[in-house]
């Protein structure tokens, strides 16, 4: 079920933002069919496992790209989708005679999604990148961190997922939704460096304005400020601090004991801020994170223990709302957003190939 029910994606096997991007509209209900290598194992995933969630809900079909007649299986699926996904370098579909313009004089009204690192155009479009080079080229990370220690990235969730996946989707819905308007398909160039900074677009807004200053962890959201960061507690956990509004902040001095002591650093004068981190650090220090989370749970303090992946999937928050789901034995997060009316569902991993026999059915070929 889903609200995307009745749409028909066909998705280029391959890693991160692209997968994740499928998995988005899969979760929703679309029909995504995956391409994979004929031959695989595991997919494209190697060393990474013998299967990913991010090919959750989707069927697999095997081919052999280099194959005239599983082309024309390609071009067959291609015909009565809607969605094409696909996440080579900038070149490669057209090599193998699958480009947009072959495949949308097929079918007019293809949306034709492209996931790349760099982009389709510029000096950097044929070389080769990770998540990690993507968002330092656009100031993310080296806006990521403590001003004493290296820019830290944070996983590979900002540029794969954030800025590339998550946007190919917009861009795909968005496409899609002209396309049933107006029968005319169209090509999502969608760029993880483009994605990534429409991401820092408040904080070009603060720069601008003379309100942050462009040098990381010196700042309001960057860990420079001590009224939003993160503590160590006696037994070495962390907890989460973003009180930022006044009264959020009074909150947080009254679980600290700090109420009304008026020997308590400026909070409004930065050049106090690291006396007052100091303050704030001795008294997180006197107590066990279990014992600060019994203080602030419930409260509008701002205050959040720092769970580590596993520990957040026993959160009771977490657990009450099904922030998390278990299918097939495996704990994963489950769909996103939420529908009252078509809510998505979280579906099986495929092997490589399972679907071929049914897949080549549904297209009249023999199997």
Same mark, same amino acid.
């Given at each position: 079920?889903?609200?995307?029910?009745?749409?028909?994606?066909?998705?280029?096997?391959?890693?991160?933002?692209?997968?994740?991007?499928?998995?988005?509209?899969?979760?929703?209900?679309?029909?995504?069919?995956?391409?994979?290598?004929?031959?695989?194992?595991?997919?494209?995933?190697? +060393?990474?496992?013998?299967?990913?969630?991010?090919?959750?809900?989707?069927?697999?079909?095997?081919?052999?790209?280099?194959?005239?007649?599983?082309?024309?299986?390609?071009?067959?699926?291609?015909?009565? +989708?809607?969605?094409?996904?696909?996440?080579?370098?900038?070149?490669?579909?057209?090599?193998?005679?699958?480009?947009?313009?072959?495949?949308?004089?097929?079918?007019?009204?293809?949306?034709?999604?492209?996931?790349?690192?760099?982009?389709?155009?510029?000096?950097?479009?044929?070389?080769?990148?990770?998540?990690?080079?993507?968002?330092?080229?656009?100031?993310?990370?080296?806006?990521?961190?403590?001003?004493?220690?290296?820019?830290?990235?944070?996983?590979?969730?900002?540029?794969?997922?954030?800025?590339?996946?998550?946007?190919?989707?917009?861009?795909?819905?968005?496409?899609?939704?002209?396309?049933?308007?107006?029968?005319?398909?169209?090509?999502?160039?969608?760029?993880?460096?483009?994605?990534?900074?429409?991401?820092?677009?408040?904080?070009?807004?603060?720069?601008?304005?003379?309100?942050?200053?462009?040098?990381?962890?010196?700042?309001?959201?960057?860990?420079?400020?001590?009224?939003?960061?993160?503590?160590?507690?006696?037994?070495?956990?962390?907890?989460?601090?973003?009180?930022?509004?006044?009264?959020?902040?009074?909150?947080?001095?009254?679980?600290?004991?700090?109420?009304?002591?008026?020997?308590?650093?400026?909070?409004?004068?930065?050049?106090?801020?690291?006396?007052?981190?100091?303050?704030?650090?001795?008294?997180?220090?006197?107590?066990?994170?279990?014992?600060?989370?019994?203080?602030?749970?419930?409260?509008?303090?701002?205050?959040?223990?720092?769970?580590?992946?596993?520990?957040?999937?026993?959160?009771?928050?977490?657990?009450?709302?099904?922030?998390?789901?278990?299918?097939?034995?495996?704990?994963?997060?489950?769909?996103?957003?939420?529908? +009252?009316?078509?809510?998505?569902?979280?579906? +099986?991993?495929?092997?490589?190939?399972?679907?071929?026999?049914?897949?080549?059915?549904?297209?009249?070929?023999?199997?």
């Amino acid at each position: 079920m889903g609200p995307l029910q009745g749409v028909r994606v066909v998705e280029f096997a391959g890693l991160g933002p692209g997968p994740f991007c499928g998995m988005l509209l899969a979760d929703l209900g679309a029909d995504v069919v995956r391409i994979d290598r004929k031959g695989a194992r595991g997919g494209l995933i190697g +060393s990474l496992g013998a299967t990913s969630l991010l090919d959750r809900g989707k069927r697999s079909i095997a081919l052999d790209l280099k194959d005239p007649a599983d082309l024309d299986v390609v071009h067959a699926l291609v015909r009565r +989708s809607d969605v094409l996904l696909e996440g080579f370098r900038p070149g490669v579909m057209e090599r193998l005679g699958l480009g947009p313009d072959e495949l949308l004089g097929e079918n007019p009204a293809l949306v034709y999604g492209r996931m790349t690192g760099w982009g389709q155009t510029g000096p950097l479009a044929p070389t080769a990148g990770h998540d990690i080079g993507y968002i330092a080229l656009t100031g993310a990370l080296g806006a990521s961190g403590r001003p004493d220690e290296r820019p830290a990235p944070p996983l590979n969730l900002l540029g794969d997922f954030g800025g590339g996946g998550a946007f190919l989707a917009l861009g795909a819905l968005a496409a899609l939704l002209h396309a049933r308007a107006t029968g005319e398909g169209q090509v999502v160039d969608a760029a993880i460096v483009d994605g990534t900074a429409v991401l820092t677009t408040m904080i070009h807004g603060m720069l601008d304005a003379g309100v942050w200053t462009d040098r990381r962890g010196r700042n309001l959201l960057d860990t420079g400020a001590p009224f939003y960061d993160v503590y160590a507690c006696a037994d070495g956990a962390f907890l989460a601090v973003g009180a930022l509004e006044e009264q959020f902040y009074a909150a947080l001095l009254t679980g600290l004991g700090l109420a009304g002591d008026e020997t308590l650093p400026d909070r409004f004068d930065p050049r106090q801020w690291p006396a007052l981190r100091a303050r704030f650090t001795e008294v997180f220090a006197s107590r066990t994170r279990a014992e600060w989370w019994q203080v602030f749970e419930g409260t509008d303090a701002c205050v959040a223990p720092v769970w580590s992946l596993l520990e957040a999937t026993r959160d009771p928050h977490n657990v009450e709302r099904g922030v998390f789901t278990e299918v097939d034995g495996t704990v994963q997060p489950a769909v996103a957003p939420r529908f +009252s009316r078509t809510p998505g569902a979280v579906g +099986s991993v495929p092997q490589p190939g399972q679907h071929t026999d049914e897949i080549r059915a549904e297209l009249g070929l023999a199997t």
